[in-house]
T-cell receptor, first 114, second 112 residues
Framework: AQSVTQPDIHITVSEGASLELRCNYS??????LFWYVQSPGQGLQLLLK??????LVQGIKGFEAEFKRSQSSFNLRKPSVHWSDAAEYFC????????????FGKGTHLIIQP | KAGVTQTPRYLIKTRGQQVTLSCSPI?????VSWYQQTPGQGLQFLFE???????NKGNFPGRFSGRQFSNSRSEMNVSTLELGDSALYLC???????????FGSGTQLSVL
């Protein structure tokens, strides 16, 4: 069965500091991996996705993620966070673009300190 | 282009009642997926419809059902509501398999 683990429930980062959110997955086939962000009371917005090819993928809002097959990881990074990045971040895995059902991690709540 | 629209935004129901939630996908999108989000279980896939046919289904009881109309709008129905059905229900649309999902803002359902 597929699963996604986000080991950090909460992370606090100072504004301007770098960020790394961890994600580990379990999937029987070649995974399609995603990072989504959710602001309070809102739906999910796709930050980036990995299907194949270059293992370092660039997304919106200055985020990037690196796929490491040997570690079953897909960690999200940003070199310098802004107060507006405070939100809930979800890692997800699926068989394709997601229309056949994504499996999400429990999320990481990002707090930005001034 | 308008985004994914979900109505109503908030709902309060009592145990035993039934509820219907509506989702209008992005124009031209034919796939609509539904997810349940709760603090305890997180985001869980309910089902996905494409061209009026349910293609995929998550692990939820039969009280949860859905349908899709010829204009791709979708409805989700929950019968015999339980307290544990209180959740944010999210709808997402995509153009075809392999394309990314676009999520609506959700319907917050409270069951009293």
């Amino acid at each position: 069965a597929q699963s996604v683990t986000q080991p950090d429930i909460h992370i606090t980062v100072s504004e301007g500091a770098s960020l790394e959110l961890r994600c580990n997955y379990s999937y029987g086939a070649t995974p399609y991996l995603f990072w989504y962000v959710q602001s309070p009371g809102q739906g999910l917005q796709l930050l980036l996705k990995y299907f194949s090819g270059d293992t370092l993928v660039q997304g919106i809002k200055g985020f990037e993620a690196e796929f490491k097959r040997s570690q079953s990881s897909f960690n999200l990074r940003k070199p310098s966070v802004h107060w507006s990045d405070a939100a809930e971040y979800f890692c997800a895995v699926g068989a394709a673009g997601g229309a056949d059902g994504l499996t999400f991690g429990k999320g990481t709540h990002l707090i930005i300190q001034p | 282009k308008a985004g994914v629209t979900q109505t109503p935004r908030y709902l309060i129901k009592t145990r035993g009642q039934q509820v219907t939630l509506s989702c209008s996908p992005i124009s031209g999108h034919r796939s609509v997926s539904w997810y349940q989000q709760t603090p305890g279980q997180g985001l869980q896939f309910l089902f996905e419809y494409f061209s009026e046919t349910q293609r995929n289904k998550g692990n939820f009881p039969g009280r949860f059902s859905g349908r899709q109309f010829s204009n791709s709008r979708s409805e989700m129905n929950v019968s015999t509501l339980e307290l544990g059905d209180s959740a944010l229900y999210l709808c997402a649309s995509s153009g075809s398999a392999g394309e990314k999902l676009f999520f609506g803002s959700g319907t917050q359902l409270s069951v009293l």
